[in-house]
T-cell receptor, first 114, second 108 residues
Framework: NAGVTQTPKFQVLKTGQSMTLQCAQD?????MYWYRQDPGMGLRLIYY???????DKGEVPNGYNVSRLNKREFSLRLESAAPSQTSVYFC?????????????FGDGTRLSIL | GQQVMQIPQYQHVQEGEDFTTYCNSS?????IQWYKQRPGGHPVFLIQ?????EVKKQKRLTFQFGEAKKNSSLHITATQTTDVGTYFC????????FGKGTRLSVIA
């Protein structure tokens, strides 16, 4: 019973490198989300996909791109990593995009950019 | 956009003491959710409140939704070391907006 799976769990990049974070869910959920978590800042939404084929910007989308590859998978790409993007990244999913649906989170990716 | 403010940011308690965290909004909320994140872990959904004045309990945890549906609280009775973590509220329109969380430390 995997739920939401994120890869990799840890990554160190140099400034300017690119990277794609992968996320897959096996709960047949329609909606998926990418958050970043920084100390004292809580969870900030980067992008979300309410359903397959749609993506929308969240609170902090600059420097990121996303792809909803299919219903199961939602990837986050950093085209040119910057030290300010050092963070813990969480992927989440919910049955629908409604605010009344609970979100299920993956274990996170700890990303450091030097 | 929608914002939810959580207080306090940090709380240190002795094991056995009670703990309360508050979530406040300037606008009326249709619902509110609470999550717990253990140190090094990921947020886990605890509960959702929908009705004005609603109170729900999970063992030692009591969740309340204000009468005006603008605030909510989470109260833990007789804290244990297993309660350590950060508690988040989440609310608003689609998509959800998370508060910044209250980090609870329990001293044995």
């Amino acid at each position: 019973n995997a739920g939401v799976t994120q890869t990799p769990k840890f990554q160190v990049l140099k400034t300017g490198q690119s990277m794609t974070l992968q996320c897959a869910q096996d709960m047949n959920h329609n909606s998926m989300y990418w958050y970043r978590q920084d100390p004292g800042m809580g969870l900030r939404l980067i992008y979300y996909s309410a359903s397959e084929g749609t993506t929308d910007k969240g609170e902090v989308p600059n420097g990121y791109n996303v792809s909803r590859l299919n219903k199961r998978e939602f990837s986050l790409r950093l085209e040119s990593a910057a030290p300010s993007q050092t963070s813990v990244y969480f992927c989440a999913s919910s049955e629908t995009g409604s605010h009344s649906q609970p979100q299920h989170f993956g274990d996170g990716t700890r990303l450091s950019i030097l | 956009g929608q914002q939810v403010m959580q207080i306090p940011q940090y709380q240190h308690v002795q094991e056995g003491e009670d703990f309360t965290t508050y979530c406040n909004s300037s606008t009326t909320l249709s619902n509110i959710q609470w999550y717990k994140q253990r140190p090094g872990g990921h947020p886990v959904f605890l509960i959702q409140l929908v009705k004005s004045g609603e109170v729900k309990k999970q063992k030692r945890l009591t969740f309340q939704f204000g009468e005006a549906k603008k605030n909510s609280s989470l109260h833990i009775t007789a804290t244990q070391t297993t309660d350590v973590g950060t508690y988040f509220c989440a609310a608003g329109n689609t998509p959800l907006v998370f508060g910044k969380g209250t980090r609870l430390s329990v001293i044995a």
